[in-house]
Structure formats: structure tokens, C-alpha cells
């Protein structure tokens, strides 16, 4: 009868739930365990290793954007929903007086901003960039993946790492690397000290757009990549580091990984 009919549908209806809901909460939703804990740097640590090396200090930080991608909002921070947000590839450019700049991420390829969905791929601004890469002083590459260094495949071999290479170091005045080697192939974030004590912090995979600081959460573990089998956990210890240090710098300028707004204090377009 209706009766049986209806209560059937019910129990069709609720296994279809779960055999869809449960798996999508699992990949898209669940932001994953609450174990992480920050990661011990301090903004007195990077001041004063900013200090380490005498010298001039960049004056200006410079950027080029090579293009933008839609990427599904689930992919960047858990939970955030299945609407799509526009992301950016951007290069930058740490302006020193008197000598060659300091650039932060080589860009991409037009192959691989292609394999990589990116939209309006700006040859010209690319063109900017490996300018100042050739005569750049020194070049950091956040993530050694081809959306950072210049298309190159990305790397295979997880790189043999020195006792030291886990530490905080200054590469410059005012310059410091952070490395984060398990978010991705010599992953590292960026924090920059200019000659009028503004402050710059580059957070490279460790957070993705300014909603992953917001929300605290990582990348769903559908978007966790393969190469780094601990990147949630390490991505919510980075989320919770950088918020320690913002706490602690409030003045201090954050740029995420693929944020594409505009940036406080960083000027458009690479120097000549």
C-alpha cells in the first residue's frame, strides 16, 4: 500500500544520503583533526634574524600578475562551499637601492598555465618576470612547482635536507626563509623587512587566499596533494603560526599564495 510504498522511499531515500553525504563531508567539508599545534617562530625570532646580515634593505616590493584560474572554494579551505573563486599566479619583485632586486616566484609557462586551466596567460608580464629573473640579485621559489617556478615540471625526488635547512635564515637584508618542506617540494614562506620597517610576509602554501587565515581551516582532503602526505595537518599548524605572528605584527602586510586582490603597499608592475 501508499504506506509500505512511502516508508520504502524513505529508506531509499536516507542510503542515498549517506552513501553521497558521508564521502562529501569527508573530502569537501571535514577540516580534519584539531591535533596541530603552531610551529615555533616568532616575530622576534625574524626580526632578528632580518638583522643578521648588514647591508641595504629592499625599499619597495613589486608585483606582476600572469594570470588567474577559477578553482572550486572547497579546494582552498574546507567547507567553504562548492562555488567557485577566482585565484591568481603572481610573481614578486623586493626592490633593493644600488643593486640587482630580489624576485619571489618565477610565474609559469604558457604550457603549463594551459595544463593548469589559467585564464588570460599575460606573455608580457611573464616576459617582465624573466627580465628581473635574469639579473635578480637572488630568486626564491615558494613552491618548486610549476606554478612558481617558471613551468618547470614539478619536482619528483623529495630533496635531501641538511640538519639546518628546517630553520628559519636570513638570505638578505631583511630577508628571511621559512621553510615549510611538508606542504611541498621546497616549500617555504617569505618574510621581508624594508628599510622604513614595513613588513611583508609571504606565505607560500602554507596559506592558500586571505579566507584560509579567516577561517582557520585547511584545503579539503580532495585537494590535498599527493606529494606531501601530512599537508593538512602542517597547513592548519602554518594557518595557526601565520595568525600567531599577524597577532603579534598587526601592521604586518600578509600575502597568501594565490591571493588576486589588491595588496596593500605593493605596487603593480615590475621595475624597468
Known amino acids: ?26 573530502y569537501f567539508i571535514d ?46 579551505v574546507s567547507g567553504w562551499g562548492l562555488r567557485q573563486t577566482l585565484t591568481a599566479v603572481r610573481s614578486y619583485e623586493l626592490i633593493v637601492p644600488g643593486q640587482n632586486p630580489i624576485v619571489i616566484d618565477a610565474g609559469t609557462s604558457r604550457k603549463a598555465a594551459a595544463n593548469a586551466d589559467l585564464l588570460g596567460f ?3 608580464a611573464q616576459k617582465r618576470v624573466d627580465k628581473a629573473l635574469a639579473n ?8 618548486n612547482t610549476s606554478l612558481h ?47 622604513d620597517g614595513q613588513e611583508f610576509l609571504f606565505t607560500g602554501p602554507a596559506a592558500k587566499v586571505p579566507e584560509s587565515l579567516e577561517m582557520m581551516k585547511p584545503p579539503a582532503r580532495a585537494a590535498a596533494p599527493e606529494y606531501a602526505p601530512n599537508y593538512r595537518a602542517e597547513s592548519k599548524a602554518w594557518l595557526m603560526t601565520i595568525n600567531a605572528l599577524r597577532k603579534a605584527a598587526p601592521d604586518m602586510t600578509v600575502i597568501t599564495a594565490h591571493d588576486s586582490g589588491q595588496i596593500g603597499d605593493v605596487m603593480e ?3 624597468d
Open 1 to 26: 500500500d501508499r504506506e509500505v510504498l512511502t516508508r520504502r522511499l524513505n529508506y531509499w531515500l536516507l542510503a542515498l544520503l549517506i552513501l553521497i553525504g558521508v564521502p562529501f563531508y569527508w
Open 31 to 76: 577540516a580534519g583533526p584539531d591535533a596541530s599545534r603552531p610551529k615555533p617562530v616568532t616575530m622576534a625570532q625574524l626580526r632578528s634574524l632580518a638583522d643578521a646580515k648588514s647591508g641595504e634593505r629592499p625599499v619597495e616590493v613589486r608585483m606582476e600578475t600572469i594570470g588567474t584560474r577559477w578553482v572550486m572554494r572547497n579546494r582552498l
Open 149 to 195: 617556478n617558471g613551468g618547470k615540471p614539478r619536482e619528483k625526488k623529495k630533496p635531501v635536507r641538511g640538519l639546518g635547512d628546517l630553520e628559519p635564515r636570513a638570505v638578505a637584508p631583511g630577508v628571511v626563509e621559512i621553510p615549510a618542506t611538508e606542504l611541498g617540494p621546497r616549500a617555504k614562506l617569505v618574510y621581508a623587512q624594508l628599510a
Open 122 to 124: 599575460d606573455s608580457s
Open 269 to 271: 608592475g615590475f621595475s
Open 136 to 143: 635578480a640579485s637572488r630568486v626564491i621559489l615558494l613552491q
